[in-house]
């Protein structure tokens, strides 16, 4: 069972608007959520992350939303650039500090 | 402040044959993870160390899997007789665990290829 769900595999904007990649929870247990960013080859970069005490955490360009009712949150690149594209996981801490990770979306932001 | 290494960055081996990677965390994180990521998914968790003590084994880390953090620093994982399912890339984190949450840092990874 899938306890983290990005259900866009990809995802194509153009340079300047803003990218918006979703992510679905099913366990209301988890309290804290992460983005990472990968490259090809790369290991995860860490982006963002927001407890869930929150429902907003913003950081330059970047905003995660938090709906915790819906078990919905979503990363917001504003404006978004063509060093952008890659693929952005969202992850969920679990017990333990192990992190359940979605199957990730490419974005891609075309000049 | 180098952050987390991993090494070596491949490894092509045929089946059979033992392998062993090694990760170098960053300098006082006492958590260490390691996570194995497929084609198409997210990293999977296999199993993680607070100091030296292995805390945690995933159902994906069979008997052919160990892993070891001798006196809380680096760590290595070895799979013993390698099966083609076993091709993988192989990331291992590390954090500094805090009073409520932590922020777990990836290594580049290790692509291993089970021919």
């Known amino acids: 069972d899938q306890q983290v769900k990005q259900n866009s595999p990809s995802l194509s904007v153009q340079e300047g608007r803003i990218s918006i990649l979703n992510c679905d929870y099913t366990n209301s247990m988890f309290d804290y959520f992460l983005w990472y960013k990968k490259y090809p080859a790369e290991g995860p970069t860490f982006l963002i992350s927001?407890?869930?005490?929150?429902d907003k955490n913003e950081d330059g360009r970047f905003t995660v939303f938090l709906n915790k009712s819906a078990k919905h949150l979503s990363l917001h690149i504003v404006p978004s650039q063509p060093g952008d594209s890659a693929v952005y996981f969202c992850a969920a801490e679990n017990q333990g500090g192990k992190l359940i990770f979605g199957q990730g979306t490419e974005l891609s932001v075309k000049p | 402040d180098t952050g987390v290494s991993q090494n070596p960055r491949h490894k092509i081996t045929k089946r059979g044959q033992n392998v062993t990677f090694r990760c170098d965390p960053i300098s006082e994180h006492n958590r260490l993870y390691w996570y194995r990521q497929t084609l198409g998914q997210g990293p999977e968790f296999l199993t993680y160390f607070q100091n030296e003590a292995q805390l945690e084994k995933s159902r994906l880390l069979s008997d052919r899997f160990s892993a070891e953090r001798p006196k809380g620093s680096f760590s290595t994982l070895e799979i013993q007789r390698t099966e083609q399912g076993d091709s993988a890339m192989y990331l291992c984190?590390?954090?500094?665990?805090?009073?409520?949450?932590?922020?777990?840092?990836f290594g580049p990874g290790t692509r291993l290829t089970v021919l």
């Open positions: 927001i407890s869930s005490i929150k």
């Open positions: 984190a590390s954090s500094l665990v805090r009073a409520v949450t932590d922020t777990q840092y």
